[in-house]
Structure formats: structure tokens, C-alpha cells
């Protein structure tokens, strides 16, 4: 595997992880007072852009980690919505 390739996915795995707490923790209390719903919106449309980005140049460790990171958003706007 080129350099380049691991580092990248070395990467999205990083920041894709980095959501799993703030779901679980929101999962967990029932609570996203303190998540803002704005900030959702504005990562969600920039990672599905990054996943666009990721397909037109063919680079599958951007796909894989803003296509997860895109689901967990939604998962953390799910819950947002619910427990408002």
C-alpha cells in the first residue's frame, strides 16, 4: 500500500472515531443540549462535498471515512432532533 494511501486512511479513521464518543455520550444521556444543530448542518454538507470530492478523484480513504463520518452526523442530528 503507497504511503500516501495509508496515511489518508490513517486519517479518516482518526477523525471518523473522534464523533463515536459525542454519539455515544448522547446516545447514552439522552442529552444534546449542548450540541449545536447549526454546526451539524455545516459538517454534514462539508463532508458529503468531501465525499463528492473523494469520488471524483477516486481516492477511497476520503470516501470511506466521510461516507461513516456522514452517517454518524446523522445519527448526532437524529438524536438533536429527538431529545430537543
Same mark, same amino acid.
Request: aromatic share 10%.
Given at each position: ?6 496515511? !489518508?486512511?490513517?486519517?479518516?479513521? %482518526? ?13 447514552? %444521556? ?7 444543530? $447549526? ?5 454534514? $454538507?462539508?463532508?458529503? %462535498?468531501?465525499?463528492?470530492? !473523494? ?9 470511506? $471515512? ?11 442530528? !437524529? ?6
Amino acid at each position: 500500500m503507497d504511503t500516501t494511501v495509508l496515511v !489518508g486512511y490513517i486519517a479518516g479513521t %482518526l477523525t471518523t472515531i473522534a464523533f463515536i464518543p459525542q454519539v455515544s455520550r448522547a446516545w447514552r %444521556l439522552r442529552e444534546t443540549r449542548d450540541i449545536s444543530l $447549526a454546526m451539524l448542518v455545516l459538517f454534514a $454538507a462539508g463532508v458529503l %462535498l468531501w465525499t463528492i470530492y !473523494g469520488f471524483s478523484v477516486s481516492a477511497p480513504p476520503i470516501i470511506a $471515512a466521510n461516507v461513516i463520518t456522514f452517517l454518524l452526523i446523522l445519527v448526532l442530528a !437524529g438524536l438533536k432532533l429527538k431529545y430537543h
